[in-house]
């Protein structure tokens, strides 16, 4: 288990899964991966060998999972539980379950901890809690699930900064910036941004501002999107989050 220091979402601790009374379940649907410690464990319950084996695939992509019936776990029950939830018997749940909606990346030698937003509970929180949000450090060890693979403090230095430099434009009170240029202006600072990471250029990357200047959206061409009048651009900024 690679367990390490902890950064959490500030309203990690305010979660907790409402089981049987969601309208959703995230019983159905998903492929659902089983580890090999916890694999370990079921041999050593020492169910019965065809029933283990009928209730698991064999590894694809070096991932075994648990063979859904009608798209949904052999162990929801009707009561909206899993069957190891209503038995008090959590620990023989797959990793993957224990942990939904909690994501623990690693970096490093600590980990920062959110919820995934297809939880609704976890929707729910975000949308209770507009705003900027920040990582508190946990006295727990959670489990990481994600490894970034980037060994350069300097980099991850930079993303951490990067990332701040950001969200504070996001939240900045500036009522004079419509939500659509907020938009645009993000836009055009990280398609530059990549650029100049692309060729390396950790230093210029570094000294770019949000907006850009006339001279730094003139260095490199940006290309235009054009929208009808009144139409809000969408783009994959997930670092919002």
Not at 45 to 71: A, C, E, H
Not at 84 to 106: A, H, W
Not at 177 to 188: G, K
Request: proline share 4%; hydrophobic share 30%.
């Amino acid at each position: 288990m690679n367990s390490k220091n902890a950064y959490v979402i500030d309203f990690y601790d305010r979660f907790e899964c409402i089981g049987g009374s969601c309208p959703y379940t995230c019983c159905k649907g998903w492929q659902i991966a089983v580890d090999d410690e916890t694999y370990k464990q079921y041999k050593e319950q020492k169910f019965p060998k065809n029933l283990l084996y009928s209730l698991m695939t064999g590894k694809v992509d070096n991932i075994r999972s648990i063979r859904k019936i009608n798209s949904t776990c052999p162990y929801y029950t009707q009561e909206g539980l899993c069957g190891f939830q209503k038995n008090d018997t959590e620990k023989l749940m797959p990793k993957v379950c224990r942990q939904y909606p909690r994501t623990s990346i690693g970096f490093g030698d600590y980990n920062e901890v959110t919820l995934e937003l297809s939880c609704i509970r976890a929707a729910e929180l975000f949308v209770e809690n507009i705003g900027r949000h920040e990582f508190l450090k946990s006295e727990d060890c959670i489990e990481e699930n994600w490894t970034i693979g980037n060994d350069s403090k300097p980099f991850l230095e930079f993303l951490q900064n990067d990332r701040a430099k950001i969200l504070s434009y996001i939240w900045e009170k500036d009522k004079e910036i419509s939500f659509s240029e907020r938009l645009q202006n993000l836009y055009e600072y990280i398609y530059v941004e990549n650029q100049y990471l692309s060729r390396d250029n950790l230093v210029g990357a570094k000294k770019l501002t949000i907006p850009l200047s006339q001279a730094e959206k003139e260095d490199i061409s940006i290309p235009k999107i054009s929208l009808k009048k009144g139409q809000i651009p969408f783009y994959p900024i997930w670092f919002m989050n």
